[in-house]
């Protein structure tokens, strides 16, 4: 039987998983794997064991490091809503990067900021160009970095999508010829990222085998770029850029303590030409339209 909160509403649970390999990451072990969760009670037993095993699984190194903490929520939580997805036709690194410059500029970074952005990732945007936990906050009028920590960097925690939503959005980027798995988390993180009050996102993955990235923002959806990383390079990283005068206490707190649900993402787009989105942008179209 499922507990009750308050109010009669079945009680959630926030389930984070961190993995490394070496020892615990205080202790000098490589972080392997992360992930965030937010269920009823029926459902903590599965999906505990899903992240164990997929912890000992990653193409990073299997884990011999894997903690993970059951904490229930307050008995009312936010449903924010989520970002539409849209895929870009990309050809290349080269012209991958351009766009998403081209896109971070259109949602309010400046040009250089969001080409040095690009470099930092590319990089290691951690202390001599290592991996970071978490993501970078950039000033996107001055590029200056302002997470506390720039070993760690700032971690969005605490969301998820709505319960009973999964198995209809996995289905619709299934459809779409995704892999709903990586989509559906990345785009519930960069949707946590815009209630936050993030300016725009830039992410791609420190998975050698991954190479599509994305460009996220309120204007524009989440955009994902295939080829924003050349195949084979275990680097990459999340940078999150905000205006100045952001108050960063308030900032990151929402990002890692406030929990929210997803109520569903938005309408999945198939593949469109760069140039042609980003002449619809300009246009001030909607993502979806
Ligand atoms: N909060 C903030 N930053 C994070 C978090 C988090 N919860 N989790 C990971 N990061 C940072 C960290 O620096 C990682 O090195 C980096 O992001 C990349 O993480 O639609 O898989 O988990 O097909 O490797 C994009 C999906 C996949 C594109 C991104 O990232 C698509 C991905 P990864
Ligand atoms: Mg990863």
Redesign the pocket.
């Known amino acids: 039987m499922a507990s009750e909160g308050a109010g009669g509403a079945p009680a959630l649970f926030s389930v984070r998983m961190r993995a490394a390999a070496g020892g615990p990451h205080e202790r000098g072990g490589w972080?392997v794997?992360?992930a965030?969760r937010i269920l009823c009670a029926d459902e903590l037993p599965r999906a505990v064991s899903d992240l164990v095993r997929r912890a000992r699984g990653h193409a990073l190194g299997s884990a011999d490091f894997i903690q993970v903490t059951v904490e229930r929520l307050p008995a009312s939580v936010p449903v924010i809503p989520g970002l539409p997805?849209t895929?870009l036709a990309a050809a290349e690194t080269g012209e991958a990067r351009r766009v998403a410059a081209e896109l971070l500029a259109i949602a309010g970074v400046d040009e250089g900021v969001a080409r040095a952005a690009i470099g930092l990732l590319a990089a290691g945007?951690?202390p001599g160009g290592s991996?970071?936990?978490?993501?970078v906050v950039m000033d996107a009028a001055t590029g200056r970095r302002q997470e506390p920590d720039p070993a760690r960097?700032?971690?969005?925690?605490t969301v998820d999508l709505a319960p009973g939503v999964h198995r209809r959005v996995r289905e619709r980027l299934r459809r779409a010829g995704?892999?709903s798995h990586?989509?559906l988390?990345?785009?519930v993180?960069a949707s946590k990222g815009a209630w936050a009050g993030t300016l725009a996102e830039l992410?791609?993955?420190?998975?050698p085998g991954?190479t599509?990235?994305?460009v996220a923002a309120p204007r524009l959806g989440?955009v994902?770029i295939p080829y924003l990383k050349p195949a084979g390079v275990p680097v990459?990283?999340?940078v999150?850029f905000v205006v100045g005068g952001t108050d960063l206490d308030a900032y990151v707190r929402r990002?890692e303590d406030e929990p929210a649900l997803v109520a569903d993402l938005g309408p999945v787009s198939p593949p469109v030409p760069p140039t042609r989105f980003l002449e619809e942008i300009r246009l001030g179209l909607a993502p979806t339209s």
């Open positions: 972080h794997s992360g965030e997805v895929t945007p951690g991996l970071m936990r978490g993501a960097g700032v971690r969005v925690s995704l892999p990586r989509v988390e990345a785009a993180l992410c791609w993955s420190d998975d991954y599509t990235g994305y989440y994902r990459g990283g999340r999150f990002l």
